[in-house]
Every structure is written in C-alpha cells, then in structure tokens.
C-alpha cells in the first residue's frame, strides 16, 4: 500500500495555484498511491480561516484515500491549539503541518515548540517544510527537535537543494526526526539516508499534485532500497506513524 | 535523435566527477544519444586545460559529446580570449556557473563575453537558481546583454523548493531568447506551464549529471504531460536547434 506523506489542496488566489481534492485523486492513481496526507498551501488562522474545513471536507470525500494535516500558524498559538485539538479529536487529522517560511515563526521559537509538542501529546507528528531557505533549515528544525523528543518531526522536502546532507546528519543525531523525500531531486541521497538512519525513518512524499507523484515515486524505485526497505518508505512507516490499517 | 542538455565533466573542485566514459554509460542506460558537456571548475581554476581536456573527449566519442566552453568573468579580456579559443577548438556554446564562480550574471562584466558568443553565433548556458549570483531576474536581466542570442537557464531557471522562485522564472522567460532545462525542477506544473504558456521550444531535456542523476531526469521528461511533437522539441529538437547539432 503506498502512501503519499505530502500533498496539497487549495485554491490559492494569492499564489494563482489551483490543487482540488480531485487533483490529488487523479495524480495518485496516475501514480498508482492509494494514499495520502493533504494539506494546504497556507496557514490558518489568519490567512486561510477556511483551511480546516476544506481539508476535512476533502478526506470525507474520499474516505481511506485522503487524510487530513492541518497546516497552523504558531504566533497564533492558543488558537492554533484548539484548531488541531478539534482536528485531531474530532475530526481525524492525521498530523501537523508547519512552513517556517510562510509563518515567520523560527522552528526553535517558544510557540513553535509549544504547538509540536502539543501535536506530540495528541499523538500526531509534524511535517515541517525544510529546504534551503532562512526558518526552514534542517539546523533551524533540529531546534524542535531537541526540545520536542516525545513529538515525531518529519523533514519534508529532506532539505531541498542544497540541505539535504545537513538533514540526514540532523535525522541521525535526533531519533524522533523522519526524513520524507518529495521534490529535493536527489535518488541517492533516499539510499544514503536509509543506510545512515535506517528505513524506518524515511518516508515517500511527492509535494504533488503539482509535483507528480508518479515522478517521485521512481525516485523511491531508482534509489534501489531492496524490497523491504522500499515498502517501509513507500507506505508502511506511514501506516505505523498515523496508526492507519494495512 | 535524445540530446542531453547538459553533463559536467572532469573532477571538480567541489568534489563531484565525471569521466567521459562513465557519461556515455549512463547515457546508453537511459537512450540518450547526445550530451552537451561541459568542463567542472578545476583544481586550480584555470579553464584552458579542462576546456581543452573536454574537447579531447568529445573528439573521441564520435560525435556523442558535444562541448561548450567554460570560462571565469572574472578573468576579463582573457576569459572572451578563451571563449574564442575554444569555440575555434569545437566549442558550440558558453557556460557561466555563477555559484562557482561567483559572479552575478547581470554583472558588467559578464556582457563582453555574452555579445562574444552572439558575434560567434554560439548560445550561452547559465547555472541557474544560485542566490546572490544566478536569480531569475538576474537572468532575465542577462539575457538582454544579447537579446537575438539564446540564453539557456538550468533547472527551469531557479532553484527554491517552495515553488516561490516560479514567478520571477516566469519573468526571465518573458525575454524570447530564455529557454530553460528540466533539471532538478520538482514542479511538473511549472515545466507544463512553460510549453503552454511559452511554448514546447522553450524547454530543453537536461540531466545536469553527475551532480542530479539521469534515470531520474529523464523520468522527469517522459512522465509529465506532453503532447509527441512537444516532446520530441524538449528532449532533442530544441537542442539540436539551439547548438547547431546535425539531425
């Protein structure tokens, strides 16, 4: 069973990106993803007081093909808190969605490490945005992650272009830190971190719709991880890390 | 006919490597019939001998390599000098790496070598998507040095895995001798969007090996959505058009 760990849906005026839940659909049986975990392009509160709904009104949609991470804006932490609180309890969200850069909130600042460890005790992890740009490092996240060892952090995008070795030294020296692989365009780089981390802790993402996942799915196949390896990174680590059934 | 965009060749000061038999194998692996190879940044940083030592091994591929040459801005006159050298050695086109380098493309200095490829009648590549020295409106501006010449920009000219580098690329195509490679660009959407919006012969199959890996790149290609006749252009025809390659 695959599983796709990041995806999006949104209609983002802001941005002129248009990702449905019908999108997501279409790109994963293109690819041949049975699952993924959705979110979207912005944050709320604040910028996207929708965002919550439209999340869970697309898993609903698509029962046990789509599951909800809720993308949240740590300076607005209490509100913040409730919103997963409900999403988690409530309504089934599956995880956290942080992007440092669109939030301006440092991964090692107060709010943020109170949000992660929040999502830690209601026993969801964090999909971090970390790639190259300033907030969203794997340096600036291994600050969550040493101060949040209960709560599960996941490295999306496992640095980018140019961060990816610092994010395989960051998920070796943190063991509750998960690297997931979508759009940094490195094959090797998944083989490098299975070996030094172990395939228990990467995890396949495509950043799709817009990205493809059947694309980011090869490069899971490319990496050349031996069969049990490739089945940890393609769907079973998720099924373990947001309780899912087989 | 399968042209690959670009490869590096040569051990780099940046550590990465390779050889011109390496490349031909993984260029057989993955169908490719043609790369436009270009010299890594020596030990040294002296360009004339790894120009030289690119032009030996495409002389000795039979026609599978094809080079452009490298040289530093920084070296002024001497740097046109060597571009006219090895474009009289065999060279089809100049390569600027302003990460390695570190120069700004839209920099002065960059002009007497852009108007010396336009007056050699050979394209310029740029490494694209280095802050500070190779932003999309850097190169957009760039490219206007010789604005009837081609002005070819790596990894769909950016390098940002947040998308957010889309827009100023999308500016830097606005310029009509702009083409970008696929290399390393992660936004399928965006490399779609450049043959509907631009079209299919502004976008140039590359797998910029060895430092992104040519399986893969080349996936990138065949898995997006493109018509045949744009696929053909993207994967070999622009590339044959924009280096003067026989068919």
């Not at chain 1, 709560?151 to 395989?168: K, N, Q």
């Not at chain 1, 020296?173 to 490195?186: C, F, I, K, Q, W």
């Not at chain 2, 195509?173 to 696929?182: G, I, K, S």
């Amino acid at each position: 069973m695959i599983f796709d760990m990041h995806m999006h849906i949104e209609n983002s005026t802001a941005l002129g990106w248009q990702m449905s839940a019908e999108d997501c659909i279409r790109a994963m049986d293109e690819a041949g993803v049975e699952r993924a975990a959705v979110m979207t392009l912005t944050d709320l509160p604040g910028l996207n007081p929708a965002g919550l709904e439209l999340i869970a009104e697309a898993c609903a949609n698509h029962p046990g093909r789509l599951y909800g991470f809720l993308r949240l804006n740590p300076a607005l932490l209490e509100t913040s808190k409730e919103l997963l609180t409900r999403a988690v309890q409530e309504l089934g969200f599956r995880g956290l969605k942080l992007h440092p850069v669109s939030t301006l909130q440092h991964p090692g600042g107060a709010a943020t490490i109170e949000l992660v460890r929040h999502a830690g005790e209601l026993g969801v992890p964090t999909l971090f945005h970390c790639g190259d740009e300033p907030l969203s490092t794997p340096l600036s996240v291994a600050q969550t992650a040493a101060a949040c060892p209960d709560a599960t952090i996941v490295l999306g995008h496992m640095g980018g272009y140019f961060h990816v070795d610092e994010a395989i030294d960051v998920a070796e020296r943190h063991g509750n830190v998960v690297l997931e692989t979508s759009a940094m365009p490195y094959p090797d780089k998944i083989r490098a971190a299975v070996v030094r981390i172990g395939a228990d802790r990467v995890v396949f993402g495509s950043d799709g719709p817009v990205s493809s996942p059947a694309l980011e799915r090869q490069k899971v196949v490319i990496a050349g991880l031996g069969h049990e390896a490739a089945d940890l990174v393609l769907g079973g680590n998720a099924d373990r890390m947001l309780g899912l059934a087989a | 006919m399968i042209v690959d965009g670009l490869v590096h060749l040569g051990t780099s000061h940046f550590g990465y490597e390779l050889d011109a038999i390496t490349a031909l194998a993984g260029m057989n692996a993955v169908g490719t019939d043609v790369a436009i190879a270009v010299p890594v940044h020596p030990k040294g940083a002296d360009f004339v001998p790894v120009n030289d030592a690119v032009a030996a091994a495409a002389r000795a591929s039979q026609g599978r390599l094809v080079t452009l040459a490298r040289v530093d801005p920084w070296n002024g006159p001497a740097a046109v000098a060597e571009l006219r050298r090895a474009v009289g050695n065999g060279a089809r086109g100049l390569f600027l790496h302003p990460g390695e380098e570190h120069f700004r493309i839209n920099d002065d200095r960059v002009r007497p070598l852009a108007e010396a490829a336009a007056e050699l009648g050979v394209p310029v590549v740029v490494a694209a998507g280095f802050h500070l020295y190779s932003e999309p409106l850097q190169l957009g501006r760039a490219a206007q040095f010789a604005p009837g010449n081609p002005f070819v920009l790596t990894n769909g000219g950016q390098l940002n895995i947040s998308g957010l580098m889309g827009f100023d690329a999308e500016l830097a195509l606005a310029n009509d001798n702009v083409l970008v490679q696929t290399s390393g660009m992660y936004r399928e959407d965006f490399l779609e969007g450049v043959v509907a919006t631009f079209g299919p012969e502004r976008l140039m199959f590359a797998t910029a090996a060895p430092q992104m890996d040519m399986s893969y790149e080349r996936k990138r290609v065949e898995l997006a959505h493109f018509t045949d006749a744009e696929r053909a252009l993207i994967l070999g025809g622009n590339a044959q058009r924009v280096f003067g390659l026989p068919a």
